[in-house]
Protein backbone atom coordinates (compact mmCIF):
# COMPACT_ATOMS: atom_id res chain seq x y z
CA UNK A 1 0.00 0.00 0.00
CA UNK A 2 1.13 3.29 -0.61
CA UNK A 3 2.23 5.69 2.23
CA UNK A 4 1.22 9.49 1.86
CA UNK A 5 4.27 11.84 2.20
CA UNK A 6 5.14 12.49 5.72
CA UNK A 7 4.53 16.04 7.10
CA UNK A 8 8.77 16.58 7.18
CA UNK A 9 9.25 15.76 3.21
CA UNK A 10 5.87 17.47 2.85
CA UNK A 11 7.43 20.83 4.21
CA UNK A 12 10.17 20.56 1.93
CA UNK A 13 7.96 20.26 -0.97
CA UNK A 14 6.11 23.41 -0.31
CA UNK A 15 9.39 24.86 0.52
CA UNK A 16 11.04 24.46 -2.78
CA UNK A 17 7.70 25.51 -4.36
CA UNK A 18 7.48 28.50 -2.57
CA UNK A 19 11.25 29.39 -3.48
CA UNK A 20 10.26 28.43 -7.12
CA UNK A 21 7.32 30.96 -7.49
CA UNK A 22 9.28 33.57 -5.88
CA UNK A 23 11.89 33.11 -8.41
CA UNK A 24 10.53 32.00 -11.53
CA UNK A 25 11.12 34.14 -14.42
CA UNK A 26 10.14 34.28 -18.40
CA UNK A 27 13.20 33.38 -20.93
CA UNK A 28 12.21 34.40 -23.81
CA UNK A 29 13.68 33.31 -27.38
CA UNK A 30 12.65 35.97 -29.17
CA UNK A 31 14.50 34.46 -32.67
CA UNK A 32 11.81 31.64 -32.73
CA UNK A 33 9.02 34.29 -32.20
CA UNK A 34 7.11 34.32 -35.46
CA UNK A 35 4.35 37.02 -34.24
CA UNK A 36 1.09 34.72 -33.46
CA UNK A 37 0.81 37.31 -30.22
CA UNK A 38 -1.11 34.67 -27.95
CA UNK A 39 1.26 35.78 -25.55
CA UNK A 40 -0.52 39.30 -25.30
CA UNK A 41 -3.81 38.22 -26.13
CA UNK A 42 -3.76 36.27 -22.78
CA UNK A 43 -1.06 37.79 -20.27
CA UNK A 44 -3.47 39.01 -17.97
CA UNK A 45 -0.75 41.47 -16.67
CA UNK A 46 0.65 42.68 -19.51
CA UNK A 47 3.88 41.57 -19.96
CA UNK A 48 3.67 41.34 -23.56
CA UNK A 49 3.11 43.73 -26.50
CA UNK A 50 2.60 43.37 -30.17
CA UNK A 51 5.51 44.72 -32.24
CA UNK A 52 3.55 45.17 -35.16
CA UNK A 53 6.48 46.81 -37.40
CA UNK A 54 8.92 43.86 -36.80
CA UNK A 55 6.27 40.95 -36.52
CA UNK A 56 7.21 39.83 -33.12
CA UNK A 57 5.98 39.73 -29.61
CA UNK A 58 7.75 42.31 -26.81
CA UNK A 59 8.78 41.09 -23.56
CA UNK A 60 8.42 43.89 -21.49
CA UNK A 61 7.18 44.82 -17.27
CA UNK A 62 9.01 41.82 -15.72
CA UNK A 63 8.41 42.94 -12.53
CA UNK A 64 4.81 42.42 -13.19
CA UNK A 65 4.69 38.76 -14.23
CA UNK A 66 2.96 36.53 -11.93
CA UNK A 67 4.33 33.42 -13.09
CA UNK A 68 0.66 31.93 -14.45
CA UNK A 69 2.41 30.03 -17.65
CA UNK A 70 -0.56 31.22 -20.00
CA UNK A 71 2.19 32.58 -22.59
CA UNK A 72 4.23 29.46 -22.21
CA UNK A 73 1.22 26.45 -22.80
CA UNK A 74 -0.41 29.13 -25.69
CA UNK A 75 3.22 30.19 -27.48
CA UNK A 76 2.68 27.90 -30.88
CA UNK A 77 6.45 28.06 -31.03
CA UNK A 78 7.55 27.41 -28.18
CA UNK A 79 9.48 30.23 -27.73
CA UNK A 80 8.48 31.41 -24.04
CA UNK A 81 10.07 29.64 -20.96
CA UNK A 82 9.35 30.01 -16.85
CA UNK A 83 12.41 29.17 -15.33
CA UNK B 1 -2.35 28.96 3.01
CA UNK B 2 -5.80 29.23 1.26
CA UNK B 3 -3.34 27.73 -1.68
CA UNK B 4 -2.35 24.92 0.54
CA UNK B 5 -5.81 24.40 1.25
CA UNK B 6 -6.54 24.19 -1.91
CA UNK B 7 -3.62 21.98 -2.52
CA UNK B 8 -4.95 19.57 -0.21
CA UNK B 9 -8.27 19.35 -1.84
CA UNK B 10 -6.72 18.02 -4.92
CA UNK B 11 -7.04 14.23 -4.98
CA UNK B 12 -3.79 12.69 -5.58
CA UNK B 13 -3.58 9.84 -7.65
CA UNK B 14 -2.43 7.17 -4.73
CA UNK B 15 -4.55 8.63 -2.38
CA UNK B 16 -7.52 8.11 -4.50
CA UNK B 17 -6.53 4.54 -4.55
CA UNK B 18 -6.38 4.59 -1.16
CA UNK B 19 -9.57 6.73 -0.64
CA UNK B 20 -11.22 3.92 -3.16
CA UNK B 21 -10.18 0.62 -0.95
CA UNK B 22 -10.99 1.91 2.10
CA UNK B 23 -14.70 3.29 0.70
CA UNK B 24 -15.05 -0.10 -1.32
CA UNK B 25 -13.58 -2.14 2.26
CA UNK B 26 -11.22 -3.48 -0.22
CA UNK B 27 -13.59 -5.51 -2.31
CA UNK B 28 -13.52 -3.30 -5.90
CA UNK B 29 -9.65 -5.25 -5.99
CA UNK B 30 -11.51 -8.92 -6.09
CA UNK B 31 -14.66 -7.84 -8.31
CA UNK B 32 -11.54 -6.36 -10.60
CA UNK B 33 -9.61 -9.71 -10.47
CA UNK B 34 -12.95 -11.68 -10.59
CA UNK B 35 -13.59 -9.68 -14.05
CA UNK B 36 -10.11 -9.65 -15.32
CA UNK B 37 -10.29 -13.89 -15.37
CA UNK B 38 -14.12 -14.64 -15.54
CA UNK B 39 -15.36 -12.55 -18.75
CA UNK B 40 -11.92 -10.88 -20.20
CA UNK B 41 -10.23 -13.71 -22.46
CA UNK B 42 -6.51 -13.75 -23.66
CA UNK B 43 -5.94 -11.73 -26.79
CA UNK B 44 -8.78 -9.47 -26.75
CA UNK B 45 -8.80 -6.31 -27.39
CA UNK B 46 -9.97 -4.17 -24.22
CA UNK B 47 -10.93 -0.88 -23.52
CA UNK B 48 -10.22 0.24 -19.56
CA UNK B 49 -12.67 3.41 -19.32
CA UNK B 50 -11.01 5.70 -16.83
CA UNK B 51 -8.36 3.59 -15.29
CA UNK B 52 -7.58 5.44 -12.52
CA UNK B 53 -4.60 3.67 -10.82
CA UNK B 54 -4.39 0.97 -13.18
CA UNK B 55 -5.37 -1.74 -10.97
CA UNK B 56 -7.99 -3.23 -13.24
CA UNK B 57 -5.47 -2.59 -16.28
CA UNK B 58 -2.83 -4.64 -14.51
CA UNK B 59 -4.58 -7.64 -13.87
CA UNK B 60 -6.23 -8.12 -17.32
CA UNK B 61 -2.57 -7.49 -19.25
CA UNK B 62 -1.64 -10.42 -16.79
CA UNK B 63 -4.43 -11.86 -18.86
CA UNK B 64 -2.52 -11.25 -22.20
CA UNK B 65 -5.59 -8.75 -22.88
CA UNK B 66 -4.69 -6.21 -25.89
CA UNK B 67 -5.26 -3.49 -23.19
CA UNK B 68 -5.88 0.11 -23.93
CA UNK B 69 -6.31 2.45 -20.75
CA UNK B 70 -8.33 5.74 -20.64
CA UNK B 71 -8.49 8.44 -18.31
CA UNK B 72 -8.58 12.04 -18.65
CA UNK B 73 -6.54 12.70 -15.71
CA UNK B 74 -2.38 12.86 -16.76
CA UNK B 75 -1.78 11.87 -13.23
CA UNK B 76 -3.26 9.11 -13.17
CA UNK B 77 -2.27 8.29 -16.26
CA UNK B 78 1.19 8.25 -15.19
CA UNK B 79 0.85 6.42 -11.85
CA UNK B 80 -1.25 3.69 -13.92
CA UNK B 81 2.06 3.65 -16.31
CA UNK B 82 4.17 3.29 -13.67
CA UNK B 83 2.19 0.59 -11.94
CA UNK B 84 2.28 -1.54 -14.99
CA UNK B 85 6.11 -0.73 -15.71
CA UNK B 86 7.10 -2.40 -12.34
CA UNK B 87 4.95 -5.57 -12.82
CA UNK B 88 6.49 -5.76 -16.23
CA UNK B 89 3.47 -5.36 -18.85
CA UNK B 90 3.76 -1.78 -19.87
CA UNK B 91 4.37 -2.98 -23.31
CA UNK B 92 0.53 -4.62 -23.38
CA UNK B 93 -1.34 -1.36 -22.67
CA UNK B 94 -2.31 1.87 -24.73
CA UNK B 95 -2.34 5.02 -23.02
CA UNK B 96 -4.98 7.53 -24.12
CA UNK B 97 -5.15 10.67 -22.03
CA UNK B 98 -8.81 11.88 -22.91
CA UNK B 99 -12.23 13.12 -22.06
CA UNK B 100 -14.56 9.91 -21.94
CA UNK B 101 -16.65 11.80 -24.17
CA UNK B 102 -14.46 11.13 -27.11
CA UNK B 103 -14.57 7.91 -27.75
CA UNK B 104 -16.02 7.98 -31.08
CA UNK B 105 -13.11 10.46 -32.55
CA UNK B 106 -10.59 8.30 -30.78
CA UNK B 107 -11.52 4.90 -31.90
CA UNK B 108 -13.04 3.58 -34.92
CA UNK B 109 -16.34 1.31 -34.68
CA UNK B 110 -16.22 -2.42 -33.57
CA UNK B 111 -12.48 -1.88 -32.42
CA UNK B 112 -13.30 -3.12 -28.81
CA UNK B 113 -13.92 -6.66 -27.51
CA UNK B 114 -14.81 -5.46 -24.66
CA UNK B 115 -15.24 -2.18 -22.55
CA UNK B 116 -14.86 -1.97 -18.74
CA UNK B 117 -15.57 0.95 -16.76
CA UNK B 118 -15.10 0.80 -12.79
CA UNK B 119 -16.38 3.86 -10.77
CA UNK B 120 -16.41 5.85 -13.93
CA UNK B 121 -20.09 5.70 -14.95
CA UNK B 122 -21.22 7.67 -11.78
CA UNK B 123 -18.29 10.47 -11.58
CA UNK B 124 -19.74 11.93 -15.20
CA UNK B 125 -22.92 14.00 -15.16
CA UNK B 126 -26.21 12.31 -16.39
CA UNK B 127 -26.30 13.70 -19.74
CA UNK B 128 -22.30 13.02 -20.59
CA UNK B 129 -23.06 9.35 -18.97
CA UNK B 130 -25.68 8.51 -21.57
CA UNK B 131 -23.78 10.34 -24.66
CA UNK B 132 -21.14 7.58 -23.48
CA UNK B 133 -22.85 4.70 -23.02
CA UNK B 134 -23.85 5.55 -27.01
CA UNK B 135 -20.47 5.95 -27.99
CA UNK B 136 -19.51 2.77 -26.40
CA UNK B 137 -22.13 0.88 -28.40
CA UNK B 138 -20.36 2.21 -31.61
CA UNK B 139 -16.85 1.43 -30.51
CA UNK B 140 -17.83 -2.58 -29.48
CA UNK B 141 -17.52 -5.23 -32.01
CA UNK B 142 -21.22 -6.84 -32.53
CA UNK B 143 -20.45 -9.41 -29.83
CA UNK B 144 -18.62 -7.11 -27.97
CA UNK B 145 -19.89 -6.42 -24.38
CA UNK B 146 -19.55 -3.45 -21.56
CA UNK B 147 -18.74 -4.42 -18.37
CA UNK B 148 -19.69 -1.99 -15.77
CA UNK B 149 -18.18 -1.97 -11.76
CA UNK B 150 -20.09 1.12 -9.84
CA UNK B 151 -21.91 2.52 -6.68
CA UNK B 152 -25.75 1.52 -6.52
CA UNK B 153 -28.07 2.29 -3.85
CA UNK B 154 -29.13 -1.38 -2.24
CA UNK B 155 -32.78 -2.33 -3.41
CA UNK B 156 -33.47 -4.44 -0.21
CA UNK B 157 -34.75 -2.37 2.73
CA UNK B 158 -32.53 -3.32 5.39
CA UNK B 159 -29.45 -3.44 2.97
CA UNK B 160 -30.47 0.04 1.77
CA UNK B 161 -30.93 1.26 5.49
CA UNK B 162 -27.94 0.01 6.40
CA UNK B 163 -25.79 1.27 3.62
CA UNK B 164 -27.17 4.79 4.23
CA UNK B 165 -26.25 4.69 7.90
CA UNK B 166 -22.92 3.31 7.15
CA UNK B 167 -22.10 5.08 3.57
CA UNK B 168 -22.41 8.71 5.56
CA UNK B 169 -19.34 8.54 8.19
CA UNK B 170 -17.30 6.19 5.79
CA UNK B 171 -17.48 8.71 2.94
CA UNK B 172 -16.89 11.89 5.28
CA UNK B 173 -13.70 9.86 7.22
CA UNK B 174 -12.65 8.62 3.67
CA UNK B 175 -13.02 11.97 2.18
CA UNK B 176 -10.59 13.97 5.38
CA UNK B 177 -8.59 11.28 4.39
CA UNK B 178 -7.81 11.47 0.64
CA UNK B 179 -10.08 13.58 -0.31
CA UNK B 180 -12.31 10.99 -2.69
CA UNK B 181 -15.48 9.59 -2.48
CA UNK B 182 -18.15 7.94 -4.93
CA UNK B 183 -21.98 8.75 -6.13
CA UNK B 184 -24.43 6.00 -6.48
CA UNK B 185 -25.41 5.66 -9.95
CA UNK B 186 -29.04 6.25 -10.50
CA UNK B 187 -31.77 4.38 -12.54
CA UNK B 188 -28.54 2.99 -14.32
CA UNK B 189 -30.57 -0.21 -16.48
CA UNK B 190 -32.79 2.34 -18.16
CA UNK B 191 -30.10 4.29 -19.26
CA UNK B 192 -28.76 0.99 -20.98
CA UNK B 193 -31.75 0.21 -22.47
CA UNK B 194 -31.86 3.52 -23.84
CA UNK B 195 -28.17 3.60 -25.07
CA UNK B 196 -28.83 0.04 -26.43
CA UNK B 197 -27.89 -2.34 -24.17
CA UNK B 198 -29.06 -5.28 -22.68
CA UNK B 199 -27.80 -6.62 -19.45
CA UNK B 200 -27.25 -10.18 -19.62
CA UNK B 201 -25.32 -11.02 -15.89
CA UNK B 202 -24.59 -9.31 -13.19
CA UNK B 203 -23.12 -9.79 -9.56
CA UNK B 204 -23.16 -7.78 -6.48
CA UNK B 205 -20.94 -6.91 -3.13
CA UNK B 206 -21.20 -4.86 0.19
CA UNK B 207 -24.77 -6.10 0.33
CA UNK B 208 -25.67 -5.30 -3.21
CA UNK B 209 -24.04 -1.53 -2.91
CA UNK B 210 -21.50 -2.51 -5.12
CA UNK B 211 -22.69 -3.91 -8.65
CA UNK B 212 -21.21 -5.42 -11.82
CA UNK B 213 -23.27 -5.25 -14.62
CA UNK B 214 -22.37 -7.36 -17.97
CA UNK B 215 -24.46 -5.86 -21.10
CA UNK B 216 -24.30 -7.31 -24.72
CA UNK B 217 -25.36 -4.73 -27.52
CA UNK B 218 -29.24 -4.84 -28.68
CA UNK B 219 -30.11 -6.17 -31.45
CA UNK B 220 -31.68 -3.54 -33.47
CA UNK B 221 -30.51 -0.31 -32.46
CA UNK B 222 -32.88 2.19 -33.03
CA UNK B 223 -31.65 5.80 -34.80
CA UNK B 224 -32.25 7.71 -31.61
CA UNK B 225 -31.12 11.48 -32.03
CA UNK B 226 -27.58 11.55 -30.81
CA UNK B 227 -27.35 14.87 -30.32
CA UNK B 228 -28.17 15.94 -26.62
CA UNK B 229 -30.65 18.43 -26.38
CA UNK B 230 -29.51 21.82 -24.62
CA UNK B 231 -29.84 21.65 -20.93
CA UNK B 232 -32.41 25.23 -20.58
CA UNK B 233 -32.26 28.93 -20.92
CA UNK B 234 -29.52 30.81 -18.67
CA UNK B 235 -31.18 34.07 -16.86
CA UNK B 236 -29.87 36.58 -14.70
CA UNK B 237 -32.46 36.13 -11.47
CA UNK B 238 -31.55 37.06 -7.88
CA UNK B 239 -33.74 34.63 -5.31
CA UNK B 240 -33.40 34.02 -1.85
CA UNK B 241 -31.60 31.00 -2.61
CA UNK B 242 -28.51 32.65 -4.63
CA UNK B 243 -28.56 35.15 -1.84
CA UNK B 244 -27.68 33.12 0.43
CA UNK B 245 -25.06 31.07 -1.98
CA UNK B 246 -23.49 34.92 -2.53
CA UNK B 247 -23.44 35.23 1.78
CA UNK B 248 -21.80 31.96 1.74
CA UNK B 249 -19.51 32.34 -0.65
CA UNK B 250 -18.51 35.82 0.81
CA UNK B 251 -16.87 34.36 3.42
CA UNK B 252 -16.58 30.39 3.07
CA UNK B 253 -16.04 29.95 -1.17
CA UNK B 254 -13.21 28.03 -0.98
CA UNK B 255 -14.72 25.39 1.33
CA UNK B 256 -16.19 22.62 -0.56
CA UNK B 257 -18.67 21.04 -1.50
CA UNK B 258 -18.81 24.19 -4.20
CA UNK B 259 -21.98 25.13 -5.69
CA UNK B 260 -22.09 24.08 -9.55
CA UNK B 261 -24.29 24.09 -12.88
CA UNK B 262 -24.81 20.72 -14.31
CA UNK B 263 -22.51 21.19 -17.68
CA UNK B 264 -23.92 20.99 -20.55
CA UNK B 265 -24.90 23.73 -23.72
CA UNK B 266 -27.48 26.34 -22.30
CA UNK B 267 -28.93 29.33 -24.27
CA UNK B 268 -28.81 32.70 -23.66
CA UNK B 269 -31.34 34.61 -25.01
CA UNK B 270 -32.16 33.55 -28.56
CA UNK B 271 -29.27 32.52 -29.96
CA UNK B 272 -29.40 31.40 -34.11
CA UNK B 273 -26.72 29.94 -36.13
CA UNK B 274 -24.33 32.72 -36.24
CA UNK B 275 -23.94 33.22 -32.78
CA UNK B 276 -21.29 33.04 -30.22
CA UNK B 277 -20.29 30.27 -27.96
CA UNK B 278 -18.98 31.28 -24.20
CA UNK B 279 -17.12 28.67 -22.67
CA UNK B 280 -17.25 29.02 -18.66
CA UNK B 281 -16.74 26.57 -15.57
CA UNK B 282 -19.25 25.36 -14.13
CA UNK B 283 -19.24 26.99 -10.28
CA UNK B 284 -22.68 28.26 -9.60
CA UNK B 285 -21.01 31.77 -8.80
CA UNK B 286 -19.09 31.98 -12.16
CA UNK B 287 -21.75 30.79 -14.22
CA UNK B 288 -24.21 33.89 -12.17
CA UNK B 289 -21.54 36.35 -12.83
CA UNK B 290 -21.24 35.57 -16.41
CA UNK B 291 -24.64 35.68 -16.74
CA UNK B 292 -25.47 39.07 -14.84
CA UNK B 293 -24.03 41.79 -17.33
CA UNK B 294 -24.74 39.66 -20.48
CA UNK B 295 -28.83 38.70 -19.80
CA UNK B 296 -31.13 40.80 -22.18
CA UNK B 297 -28.11 42.19 -23.82
CA UNK B 298 -26.70 39.18 -25.66
CA UNK B 299 -28.12 36.08 -27.74
CA UNK B 300 -25.18 33.37 -27.11
CA UNK B 301 -25.00 30.00 -26.88
CA UNK B 302 -23.37 29.21 -23.01
CA UNK B 303 -21.55 26.13 -22.92
CA UNK B 304 -20.90 25.18 -19.16
CA UNK B 305 -17.44 23.09 -18.73
CA UNK B 306 -17.19 19.94 -15.95
CA UNK B 307 -14.75 22.11 -14.43
CA UNK B 308 -15.16 20.38 -10.71
CA UNK B 309 -17.25 22.89 -9.50
CA UNK B 310 -14.15 25.80 -9.38
CA UNK B 311 -13.38 29.34 -11.02
CA UNK B 312 -12.36 28.84 -14.15
CA UNK B 313 -9.24 30.80 -13.06
CA UNK B 314 -8.15 28.65 -9.79
CA UNK B 315 -9.74 25.12 -12.27
CA UNK B 316 -7.23 25.64 -15.25
CA UNK B 317 -4.49 26.61 -12.59
CA UNK B 318 -5.18 23.08 -10.70
CA UNK B 319 -5.24 21.27 -14.04
CA UNK B 320 -9.42 21.02 -13.81
CA UNK B 321 -9.65 22.80 -16.50
CA UNK B 322 -8.27 21.50 -19.45
CA UNK B 323 -8.08 21.40 -22.99
CA UNK B 324 -9.36 17.74 -22.79
CA UNK B 325 -12.49 18.58 -20.95
CA UNK B 326 -13.07 21.95 -23.49
CA UNK B 327 -13.09 19.17 -26.68
CA UNK B 328 -15.19 16.90 -24.64
CA UNK B 329 -17.50 18.88 -23.83
CA UNK B 330 -17.99 20.62 -27.78
CA UNK B 331 -18.72 17.27 -28.61
CA UNK B 332 -20.93 16.30 -26.20
CA UNK B 333 -23.40 19.33 -26.95
CA UNK B 334 -23.57 18.47 -30.42
CA UNK B 335 -22.72 22.06 -30.92
CA UNK B 336 -21.72 21.76 -34.26
CA UNK B 337 -25.01 20.79 -35.40
CA UNK B 338 -26.73 24.49 -34.10
CA UNK B 339 -24.04 26.49 -35.58
CA UNK B 340 -23.22 27.25 -39.27
CA UNK B 341 -19.55 28.49 -37.85
CA UNK B 342 -17.17 26.67 -35.66
CA UNK B 343 -15.99 29.21 -33.42
CA UNK B 344 -15.11 28.98 -29.42
CA UNK B 345 -14.75 32.02 -26.71
CA UNK B 346 -13.08 30.94 -24.26
CA UNK B 347 -12.59 33.01 -20.57
CA UNK B 348 -9.07 34.38 -21.29
CA UNK B 349 -8.49 33.46 -17.59
CA UNK B 350 -8.28 29.56 -18.39
CA UNK B 351 -5.11 30.18 -20.58
CA UNK B 352 -2.81 29.29 -17.53
CA UNK B 353 -4.37 25.50 -18.23
CA UNK B 354 -6.17 25.19 -21.36
CA UNK B 355 -4.08 24.52 -24.31
CA UNK B 356 -6.05 26.31 -26.92
CA UNK B 357 -4.20 24.88 -29.63
CA UNK B 358 -4.61 20.96 -28.83
CA UNK B 359 -8.60 22.51 -29.07
CA UNK B 360 -7.53 24.22 -32.96
CA UNK B 361 -6.00 20.89 -33.46
CA UNK B 362 -8.33 18.38 -32.36
CA UNK B 363 -11.75 20.28 -33.33
CA UNK B 364 -11.08 22.71 -35.80
CA UNK B 365 -12.55 25.00 -34.43
CA UNK B 366 -11.23 28.70 -34.13
CA UNK B 367 -10.70 29.58 -30.79
CA UNK B 368 -10.69 33.06 -29.35
CA UNK B 369 -9.64 34.44 -25.77
CA UNK B 370 -12.55 36.55 -24.75
CA UNK B 371 -12.53 39.32 -22.01
CA UNK B 372 -11.23 39.11 -18.38
CA UNK B 373 -14.44 40.58 -17.42
CA UNK B 374 -17.65 39.32 -18.42
CA UNK B 375 -18.99 43.14 -18.02
CA UNK B 376 -16.67 43.93 -21.45
CA UNK B 377 -17.94 40.90 -23.37
CA UNK B 378 -20.96 42.92 -25.22
CA UNK B 379 -18.22 45.32 -26.03
CA UNK B 380 -16.16 42.55 -27.18
CA UNK B 381 -18.23 40.99 -29.69
CA UNK B 382 -19.43 44.02 -30.96
CA UNK B 383 -15.81 44.57 -31.93
CA UNK B 384 -16.16 41.59 -33.55
CA UNK B 385 -13.97 39.89 -31.22
CA UNK B 386 -11.42 42.67 -31.08
CA UNK B 387 -9.79 43.26 -27.57
CA UNK B 388 -8.48 46.38 -26.42
CA UNK B 389 -6.01 46.23 -23.28
CA UNK B 390 -8.54 47.34 -20.47
CA UNK B 391 -10.48 44.38 -21.94
CA UNK B 392 -7.38 41.74 -21.31
CA UNK B 393 -5.55 43.26 -18.51
CA UNK B 394 -6.65 42.18 -15.01
CA UNK B 395 -7.01 45.03 -12.24
CA UNK B 396 -7.62 44.63 -8.40
CA UNK B 397 -10.18 47.57 -7.83
CA UNK B 398 -11.40 48.13 -4.12
CA UNK B 399 -14.92 46.13 -4.11
CA UNK B 400 -12.65 43.11 -5.51
CA UNK B 401 -10.08 43.68 -2.46
CA UNK B 402 -12.89 43.88 0.00
CA UNK B 403 -14.91 40.89 -0.99
CA UNK B 404 -11.32 39.29 -1.54
CA UNK B 405 -10.54 40.81 1.97
CA UNK B 406 -13.71 38.78 3.32
CA UNK B 407 -12.82 35.38 1.97
CA UNK B 408 -9.48 35.45 3.86
CA UNK B 409 -11.51 36.45 6.37
CA UNK B 410 -13.77 33.62 6.30
CA UNK B 411 -10.88 30.92 5.65
CA UNK B 412 -8.44 32.35 8.39
CA UNK B 413 -11.84 32.89 11.19
CA UNK B 414 -11.82 28.95 10.43
CA UNK B 415 -8.30 28.63 10.51
CA UNK B 416 -7.19 30.77 13.71
CA UNK B 417 -9.77 32.15 15.76
CA UNK B 418 -10.80 28.86 15.64
CA UNK B 419 -8.11 27.33 17.64
CA UNK B 420 -7.37 30.91 19.40
CA UNK B 421 -11.12 30.94 20.71
CA UNK B 422 -10.89 26.99 22.03
CA UNK B 423 -7.10 27.24 23.76
CA UNK B 424 -7.06 30.75 24.47
CA UNK B 425 -10.48 32.16 25.00
CA UNK B 426 -8.95 35.61 26.37
CA UNK B 427 -6.91 35.80 23.58
CA UNK B 428 -10.17 35.96 21.11
CA UNK B 429 -11.49 39.22 20.98
CA UNK B 430 -8.27 41.30 20.62
CA UNK B 431 -6.68 38.33 17.71
CA UNK B 432 -10.26 38.67 16.25
CA UNK B 433 -10.31 42.77 16.22
CA UNK B 434 -6.81 42.51 15.03
CA UNK B 435 -7.31 40.28 12.11
CA UNK B 436 -10.25 42.24 11.02
CA UNK B 437 -8.81 45.78 11.05
CA UNK B 438 -5.88 44.80 9.53
CA UNK B 439 -7.55 42.97 7.13
CA UNK B 440 -9.74 45.54 6.09
CA UNK B 441 -7.07 48.32 6.60
CA UNK B 442 -5.15 46.62 4.43
CA UNK B 443 -7.23 45.39 1.44
CA UNK B 444 -8.12 49.84 1.11
CA UNK B 445 -4.53 50.57 1.09
CA UNK B 446 -2.90 48.13 -0.62
CA UNK B 447 -2.19 50.00 -3.73
CA UNK B 448 -0.79 53.10 -1.62
CA UNK B 449 1.60 51.34 0.26
CA UNK B 450 4.88 50.60 -0.60
CA UNK B 451 6.28 47.79 -1.79
CA UNK B 452 5.71 45.30 -5.03
CA UNK B 453 4.72 41.82 -3.24
CA UNK B 454 2.50 41.31 0.05
CA UNK B 455 5.83 40.66 1.99
CA UNK B 456 7.04 44.09 0.74
CA UNK B 457 3.85 45.24 1.68
CA UNK B 458 3.48 43.91 5.21
CA UNK B 459 6.32 46.04 6.40
CA UNK B 460 4.67 49.44 5.98
CA UNK B 461 1.85 47.58 7.26
CA UNK B 462 3.65 46.40 10.55
CA UNK B 463 4.86 49.98 11.16
CA UNK B 464 1.55 51.56 10.56
CA UNK B 465 0.04 48.84 12.88
CA UNK B 466 2.52 49.55 15.31
CA UNK B 467 2.09 53.33 15.20
CA UNK B 468 -1.42 52.54 16.21
CA UNK B 469 -0.88 50.81 19.21
CA UNK B 470 1.02 53.62 20.51
CA UNK B 471 -1.50 55.79 19.49
CA UNK B 472 -3.90 53.71 21.35
CA UNK B 473 -2.10 52.92 24.60
CA UNK B 474 -1.14 56.66 24.94
CA UNK B 475 -4.62 57.36 25.06
CA UNK B 476 -6.72 54.50 25.79
CA UNK B 477 -5.11 51.93 27.80
CA UNK B 478 -1.22 52.83 29.29
CA UNK B 479 -0.96 49.05 30.25
CA UNK B 480 3.00 48.06 31.46
CA UNK B 481 5.32 47.93 29.16
CA UNK B 482 5.57 44.04 29.38
CA UNK B 483 2.06 43.29 27.59
CA UNK B 484 2.47 46.61 25.00
CA UNK B 485 5.26 44.97 24.15
CA UNK B 486 3.50 41.16 23.82
CA UNK B 487 0.80 43.19 22.35
CA UNK B 488 2.85 44.52 19.51
CA UNK B 489 5.21 41.20 18.36
CA UNK B 490 1.62 39.91 18.18
CA UNK B 491 0.21 42.80 15.94
CA UNK B 492 3.36 42.29 13.92
CA UNK B 493 3.08 39.23 13.48
CA UNK B 494 -0.87 39.20 11.94
CA UNK B 495 0.48 42.02 9.87
CA UNK B 496 2.98 40.41 7.88
CA UNK B 497 0.75 37.50 7.79
CA UNK B 498 -2.04 39.35 6.85
CA UNK B 499 -0.26 40.95 4.17
CA UNK B 500 1.75 38.24 3.00
CA UNK B 501 -1.09 35.86 2.13
CA UNK B 502 -3.79 38.00 1.24
CA UNK B 503 -1.38 38.46 -2.03
CA UNK B 504 -2.79 34.68 -3.20
CA UNK B 505 -5.77 36.81 -3.71
CA UNK B 506 -5.02 39.23 -5.89
CA UNK B 507 -4.89 38.95 -9.79
CA UNK B 508 -1.96 41.11 -9.98
CA UNK B 509 0.98 39.19 -7.75
CA UNK B 510 2.57 35.71 -7.61
CA UNK B 511 0.92 33.11 -5.41
CA UNK B 512 1.14 33.53 -1.59
CA UNK B 513 3.09 30.23 -1.49
CA UNK B 514 5.96 32.52 -2.60
CA UNK B 515 6.36 34.23 0.62
CA UNK B 516 6.52 31.44 2.53
CA UNK B 517 9.99 31.19 3.06
CA UNK B 518 10.12 34.51 4.22
CA UNK B 519 6.88 34.33 6.53
CA UNK B 520 8.51 31.51 8.29
CA UNK B 521 11.44 33.49 9.10
CA UNK B 522 10.26 36.35 10.16
CA UNK B 523 7.36 34.41 12.07
CA UNK B 524 10.87 32.39 13.99
CA UNK B 525 12.61 35.91 14.74
CA UNK B 526 9.18 37.38 16.39
CA UNK B 527 8.73 34.28 18.54
CA UNK B 528 12.31 34.47 19.21
CA UNK B 529 12.41 38.03 20.44
CA UNK B 530 9.22 37.56 22.46
CA UNK B 531 11.19 34.83 24.35
CA UNK B 532 14.24 36.28 24.27
CA UNK B 533 13.74 40.13 25.75
CA UNK B 534 11.46 39.56 28.54
CA UNK B 535 14.38 37.36 29.78
CA UNK B 536 16.78 40.06 29.30
CA UNK B 537 14.66 43.01 31.35
CA UNK B 538 13.86 40.83 33.62
CA UNK B 539 10.03 40.89 33.19
CA UNK B 540 9.14 37.28 33.95
Known amino acids: MAESPGLGSLLAEHWRLARQLRHLRIRFDAARCKGVWECYEVCPVGCWLPDRVRGAAIFQNEEGCIACGACVLQCPERAIELR | ?540
Not at chain 2, 146 to 155: C, G, N, S, T, Y
Open chain 2, 1 to 540: MATVFMKWLETRPRDYARGIRLLTLGRLARLHTKIAERWIQPGERVLDLGCGTGDLVLQMAARDAAVTALDVSAPMLAEAKQCLEEAGFADRVCWVCSSAAMLEERFEPGSFDAVVASLILSELPRQIRLHVLRQIRQILAPQGRLIVVDEVKPERLIARALYVLLRAPMRVITWILTRTTTHPLPEFDRMLEAAGFRPERRGAALMGSLQVVVAGLKQKEEGGPERLPVLGELRHRVTLRTLLLDLWGLFFRILPPYPRVEPGLYRLGNPGTESPVLATGNFDLTVRRLIAPLDGRVDAWVLVVNSSGINVWCAAGGGFLTAERVIGAIHVSGLESYLRQKCLILPQLCANGVDGWKIRRETGWEVHWGPVRAADIPAYLQAEMQKTDSMRWVRFPMRDRLEMMAVTLGFYGLLILLPVAVFWPLLFRPVLLSLVGLSTFYAIAMPWLPGRDGLAKSLPLSVISLLGLGLYTWLVDPAPASSIFARGIGLAGLSVFVAAELQGMSPLMRGEQANWGWEAVIGAALGLIYWLVPQVLGWR
